[in-house]
């Protein structure tokens, strides 16, 4: 009776062990797995948009833009109304220009036009860009080819919009520079008129720290849009605005 009780002594105790090691392996599966999602996770990042070769802004990046913009609430006629001539393009910036080359060269007669502008409440040329800091960056780097032509700041940050509207009832300027947000407003409140526009340049192929074009950007797309749609396409297509890329 004693053999027969320290018998299966043994044999609950391989099955005990069996269980443990069972355990100890599944927590190795799972560290491996949570391993392969992080892995996977940074792949996602925009840092490989900072690997890649920056490629240059086209007409047709723009138009695909539109296209993909209004195809959800617009019909086909509408879309096809949308579409810009390619003689309202300038030549697009092909990332070796600074500004103030790039301008001169969709521009040579600017001197000429800038002597000829004497119209208050517009500009000349608009350049549109994603953000106060940018657009100051801007300006610092236009400087020479504006000259002597009057430059103002379209943007929100320190500046009211009122402020603006009064000085451009004051002043002939012949440059602005802002977000496509404060340019809309200013529209809005008949503090700028687009009829003596001449030139619409975007800023875009430049990228901010998270690499982000201006377009790339949900609400400044939907402002440039709209923007677009408050006489812009209209000039475009009468050939009194050319837009450039830059």
């Known amino acids: 009776m004693t053999q027969q009780e320290t018998a299966p002594v043994p044999a609950p105790s ?3 062990k069996q269980p443990k090691e069972c355990f100890l392996i599944k927590p190795k599966e799972i560290k491996e797995d949570a391993k392969k999602t992080r892995k996977r996770r940074k792949k996602k990042i925009t840092d490989v948009l900072a690997k890649s070769e920056p490629k240059p802004g086209t007409p047709e990046d723009l138009q695909k833009l539109m296209k993909d913009y209004y195809s959800s609430h ?3 006629i509408e879309l096809e109304e949308l579409n810009l001539p390619d003689s309202c393009f300038l030549k ?7 500004l103030s080359s ?5 521009c040579p007669k600017w001197v000429k036009l800038r002597r000829n502008h004497s119209e208050k409440k517009s500009v000349l040329m608009l350049i549109i860009c994603s953000s106060a800091i940018r657009a100051l960056e801007l300006i610092r780097s236009m400087t020479a080819f504006r000259g002597d032509s009057k430059v103002m700041k379209l943007f929100a940050k320190h500046i009211k919009v009122q402020e603006q509207v009064k ?7 012949h440059l602005g520079v802002g977000t496509p947000g404060r340019i809309k407003e200013l529209i809005k409140q ?7 526009l001449k030139f619409l340049i975007f800023d875009w192929n430049w990228r901010d720290q998270k690499m982000r074009r201006m377009m790339d950007i949900p609400e400044i797309r939907k402002e440039v849009f709209e ?3 408050m006489g812009v396409l209209s000039l475009c297509k009468s050939e009194s605005l050319k837009l450039g890329l830059f």
């Open 92 to 98: 697009a910036n092909d990332l070796t220009h600074s």
């Open 167 to 173: 000085l451009l009832e004051k002043r002939v300027v």
């Open 190 to 196: 008949g503090g700028l008129t687009l009829n003596p």
């Open 102 to 106: 790039y301008l001169k060269e969709i």
């Open 74 to 76: 617009r019909s086909v």
């Open 14 to 16: 391989k099955k005990a």
């Open 227 to 229: 923007l677009l749609e």
